[in-house]
T-cell receptor, first 111, second 114 residues
């Protein structure tokens, strides 16, 4: 079992819809969680981070964290074709800041 | 414009040859990560350093891979001897234990071993 699990997709949504991306982690020592976006042939870039249980909103993006269920999600509202990319979830432990990534979910937003 | 710099961007080498990849972390960052990305395995953590000291290299094949930080501005990842299964994109990332602690990625080194 991988430490951070994501559905590989692809997830296809129409333009303007809400895209929902999910992630689970196995290490209960993980305290910080990140969502990165990676376009084909490019390096991952940070979209959002979340440390506390609940929701965190930033523009069209909302990250959700449930530490009891060891579950993290990312919602993208009003999806645009430019959101088409691979979304990587990462979990980081507090002590050593070891950061483990999931394999990523490919998202396609159809115009 | 602070960024992580990796060299070379592309490398094609023959099986059995030594490969050295270099990374210049963002100035002031005290944590450096090496990741390998393939279609099959995704983004795997190979090793990471804090203040130039290795904290965890359990993800790295010990017999052929080695990672070092000769100084605060340079991290290296070496493969000797290289094998076709090492073909992947190798990313270096740096971060700080202060602030948001996220990892900032370099542009990667695309390695092809033939």
């Amino acid at each position: 079992q991988k430490e951070v699990e994501q559905n590989s997709g692809p997830l296809s949504v129409p333009e303007g819809a809400i895209a929902s991306l999910n992630c689970t982690y196995s290490d209960r020592g993980s305290q910080s969680f990140f969502w990165y976006r990676q376009y084909s042939g490019k390096s991952p870039e940070l979209i959002m981070f979340i440390y506390s249980n609940g929701d965190k909103e930033d523009g069209r993006f909302t990250a959700q964290l449930n530490k009891a269920s060891q579950y993290v999600s990312l919602l993208i509202r009003d999806s645009q074709p430019s959101d088409s990319a691979t979304y990587l979830c990462a979990a980081q432990n507090t002590g050593g800041f070891k950061t483990i990534f999931g394999a990523g979910t490919r998202l396609f937003v159809k115009a | 414009d602070a960024r992580v710099t990796q060299t070379p961007r592309h490398k094609v080498t023959e099986m059995g040859q030594e490969v050295t990849m270099r990374c210049q972390p963002i100035l002031g960052h005290n944590t450096v990560f090496w990741y390998r990305q393939t279609m099959m395995q995704g983004l795997e953590l190979l090793a990471y350093f804090r203040n130039r000291a290795p904290l965890d290299d359990s993800g790295m094949p010990k017999d052929r891979f080695s990672a070092e930080m000769p100084d605060a501005t340079l991290a290296t990842l070496k493969i000797q001897p290289s094998e076709p299964r090492d073909s992947a994109v190798y990313f270096c990332a740096s971060g700080s234990i202060w602030g948001n602690t996220e990892a900032f990625f370099g542009q990667g080194t695309r390695l092809t071993v033939v």
